[in-house]
C-alpha cells in the first residue's frame, strides 16, 4: 500500500521544499495540499470537527505555488490537491495552473476535487452555496475542453470557452470520460457525489475513511451503472490516522493509497511524526 501525507502548510510550518525532500528520501508516495483562499472573521459556518477553527485554516500556503516548489526539488513524489475548491476559481486559469504543474512534474500531479464547507468563504468568490456542486461539475468540464487533444468549445451552465489553443496538455491521456491529471473527488458518501465521480474522475478521496465498508458497494454499483470499467475505480482515503489494523482494513477492501495527516507543525515535530509513520511504509 502506498503512503501519502497531507499537512496544512503556513508561513510558521515546515517548508514544501524541506517536507518534499524529506518525504521522497523516506519512501512517501506523496503529498497533498489543501486549499483556503482567506477564512472571513465574520462567520456563521461552523466548523465540521467542532470547537474553534483551527489557526492553520487562515494561514494556508497556495497549494499550487507550494507544489510547484516540492516538483522542482524531487523526482518520485506524487504531488496533489486535499483538495481544489474549484467553483471558487476562474477555470479557465485553473486549467492552464493544473496542466502547467502536471506538465513540468512530469504527470506526477493528482487533481482532489471539492466543494467546501465555509459559505462565508465562498461566498466571497461569487459562489452561490445551493448551486456550488453543478458549479464545480460545470467549471470541470470546461476544463475539459481545454484539455482536449484538439481544440474543443465549451458552452456550460456557468461558464463557456471558445474552442482553443491550450497548452500545455496535462501528461496522461483522456480515459472513458475522464480528461486531464488522475482525479479524486472529495467529500461525504451520497447519491450525488457518486454520481459526479462516475461521470468525470478517476475514483473517491473519503475524508477520514470511515464507513467504507458500507459505502464501497454503493460507489462501485453506480460506477458500473454508468459503464466505467471496474478495475478503473480508486479510492483514496484522506486525512487519515493511521494504524496497522486500519490500514489493513484498508488493503483488504482493495484500496491502494492512503493518505495520512501531519501536524501544521515545525521542522522538528513534522519529521518526527515521520519517524513515526515509517513502520507503515
Known sequence: ?????????????????????????????????????????????????????????GRTLDPFVALGQAAAVTERLGLGTGITLVAQHDPI???????TLDHLSGGRFTLGVGFGWNVEEAADHGVRWRTRRELGRD??????????????????????VRASSAFPKPVQKPRGPVAGPRTLVGGAAGPKLFAHIAEYADGWMPIGGRGLTESLPVLRGVWADAGRDPQALQVVPY???????????????????????????????????????????
Not at 35 to 57: C, F, K, N, Q, S
Not at 139 to 160: D, H, N, Q, V
Not at 254 to 281: F, H, K, M, S, T
Open 1 to 57: 500500500m502506498r503512503i501519502a501525507v497531507t499537512i496544512f502548510l503556513t508561513d510558521e510550518t515546515i517548508t514544501p521544499v524541506r517536507l518534499a525532500r524529506e518525504l521522497e528520501a523516506r519512501g512517501f508516495a506523496g503529498l497533498y495540499l489543501p486549499e483556503h483562499t482567506h477564512i472571513p472573521v465574520e462567520r456563521t459556518t461552523p466548523y465540521p470537527a467542532g470547537g474553534d477553527l483551527p489557526r492553520e485554516y
Open 93 to 99: 486559469d485553473l486549467a492552464k495552473q493544473i496542466a
Open 139 to 160: 467549471r470541470m468540464a470546461l476544463m475539459r475542453a481545454l484539455w482536449a487533444e484538439e481544440p474543443t468549445a465549451y458552452e456550460g451552465e456557468f461558464g463557456s
Open 239 to 281: 486525512a487519515v490516522f493511521p494504524s496497522a489494523g486500519k490500514l489493513a482494513h484498508y488493503a483488504e477492501l482493495g484500496i491502494e493509497e492512503v493518505v495520512v495527516q501531519l501536524p501544521p507543525a515545525g521542522e522538528a515535530e513534522v519529521l518526527g511524526v515521520l519517524d513515526a509513520y515509517g513502520e507503515y511504509l
